[in-house]
């Protein structure tokens, strides 16, 4: 049995630029953070050929082809995995939230069915290969952050330039800021969850005429990450509020009038700015917030749940590893 854990994220600017549709053009980048909450993938032998399949349904199947699963379907003849395995995935918080689950999906389950094979692989070829996978195989109306922050993990300054060349750099902060940062940061669920391909289709097919909306995001997201790097955290609070004001313009359903109460709630409390993370139209709002102001922000939102958060250092990684005979693949 082999069980990995994959990080969801959160993904604080630049979300947009990621889409291939631009960045071959413009060229993009992101700030994006792993959280400790996360996807896990467990694989194991099976004593037949059968596949089963187990997430919020299982499945029982004799060949690869006949897998619903698109996501673990693809993995397997990617990784060429054909039989004999038992693959189930679990995750901390719901699909349809806008933490990035679905490329955590993709991302885990490869490194689940490479480790199965006793092959290892790199958080570049990780992130590659589901990119390939949910983009170029399965046509999601999706960016390319999620599955590099999934698979290298910690807080990510991500470069995405025309000639598809991706560069993932750590942010380098003095720790006691880092953990500041962190205490400033706060999310909440709204209890909207939703099919984000819907939202990111529209904001896809919306890209020629938001070139100048995701020029502005974009600088947005180099201006974040000079603040961080020099220590200036309470500066991304105007920023996210910023940023937040440019994306709803990229599509027709990321915000609404529920998610406009609850941010207009929190600034009055004292929040300097936040977003909804992920497509949008639901999931998590993510504030930042003085210290000094949280327990404000917290009863103004008391009707939402908190869900208490700490950056991740680490990406996908093999937590649990034990074959205890011959593989059959």
């Known amino acids: 049995m082999i069980i ?20 071959h053009q413009e060229g993009g980048c992101v700030l994006s953070t792993a959280i400790d909450k996360y996807i ?28 619903e699963h698109e996501l673990i379907r693809h993995a397997l003849l990617r990784t060429g995995i054909h039989k004999g395995v038992e693959i189930t995935t679990m995750g901390d918080i ?12 993709t991302v885990g389950s490869l490194h689940a069915m490479y480790s199965y094979l006793n092959e290892s692989v790199t958080a570049s070829r990780l992130a ?11 046509k999601k109306p999706i960016g390319v952050q999620d599955q590099y922050i999934s698979a290298f993990g910690d807080l990510r300054f991500i470069e995405f330039h025309p000639d598809g060349r991706i560069e993932v750099k750590r942010v380098e902060m003095d720790p006691a800021i880092k953990r500041l940062l962190n205490e ?9 969850t939703r099919q984000a391909s819907t939202i990111l289709e529209e904001q896809q097919h919306n890209i020629a005429l938001h070139m100048c909306v995701l020029r502005e995001m974009k600088e947005i997201t180099r201006t974040a990450y000079q603040e961080l790097i020099t220590g200036n955290i309470d500066a991304l609070g105007q920023l996210l509020h910023e940023s937040w004001q440019l994306k709803k313009q990229l599509a027709s359903r990321i915000n609404n009038g ?21 497509a949008g139209g639901g999931g998590f709002l ?18 939402l ?6 950056l991740e250092p680490d990406g996908s990684k093999v937590i649990f590893n034990y074959q205890h005979s011959s593989l059959m693949y």
């Open 4 to 23: 990995v854990q994959a990080p969801l994220r959160i993904s604080l600017f630049g979300g947009g630029t990621d889409f291939p549709d631009f960045y």
């Open 40 to 67: 896990f993938v467990v694989i194991k032998q099976r004593y037949d050929d059968m596949l089963r399949i187990g997430y919020t349904k299982t499945e029982l199947v004799e060949q690869v082809g006949q897998v």
């Open 94 to 105: 719901p699909a349809g939230s806008g933490l990035g689950s679905s490329s955590a999906v």
């Open 128 to 138: 590659e290969e589901a990119c390939h996978i949910e983009i170029d195989e399965l």
């Open 184 to 192: 400033n940061l706060l999310i909440f669920f709204t209890g909207l």
């Open 258 to 278: 529920f998610i406009e109460e609850a941010y207009q709630a929190a600034l009055g409390a004292g929040a300097i700015g936040g977003k909804i993370t992920g």
């Open 286 to 303: 993510l504030l930042y917030c003085p210290y000094s102001r949280r327990a404000a922000v917290r009863s103004a939102l008391h009707k």
């Open 305 to 310: 749940k908190e869900l208490p958060i700490q």
